[in-house]
Nanobody, 128 residues
Framework: SQLVESGGGVVQPGGSLTLSCTGS????????VGWFRRPPGKEREGVSC????????YYAGSVEGRFTISRDSAKNTVYLQMSNLQPEDTAVYSC??????????????????????WGQGTQVTVSP
């Protein structure tokens, strides 16, 4: 994969985690980047997406106010800071990179497997 996620793990409710998405053979500074998650037994959903400048950001309603997406251009990395995690946040989290024509909102709502590059995913489990 050209995208590598890290930072997943097991955390108690109310806890925090920060996920990282690093481009290994892809320049994330030239891409709209998004974080997606697939809860157990459910469809994949867009969590948060960010444009190349970082000034246009989309958050799903279920995470707004708790999650923060950001870029580090020098590290070719996009982060997802997650706080006040709840059991319903348990999922495999994947990052994806798409062409800049994707707005963050469009990417989070409509991006599919064939639309760009995807990472392998990292498991986040929120459990007492």
């Amino acid at each position: 994969s050209q995208l590598v996620e890290s930072g997943g793990g097991v955390v108690q409710p109310g806890g925090s985690l920060t996920l990282s998405c690093t481009g290994s053979r892809i320049n994330l500074n030239d891409a709209t980047v998004g974080w997606f998650r697939r809860p157990p037994g459910k469809e994949r959903e867009g969590v948060s997406c960010i444009n190349i400048s970082g000034r246009d950001i989309y958050y799903a309603g279920s995470v707004e106010g708790r999650f923060t997406i950001s870029r580090d251009s020098a590290k070719n990395t996009v982060y997802l800071q997650m706080s006040n995690l709840q059991p319903e946040d348990t999922a495999v989290y994947s990052c994806a990179a798409g062409a800049t024509l994707w707005t963050p909102q469009a990417m989070c709502l409509a991006f599919r497997n064939g639309d760009g590059d995807w990472g392998q995913g990292t498991q986040v489990t929120v459990s007492p």
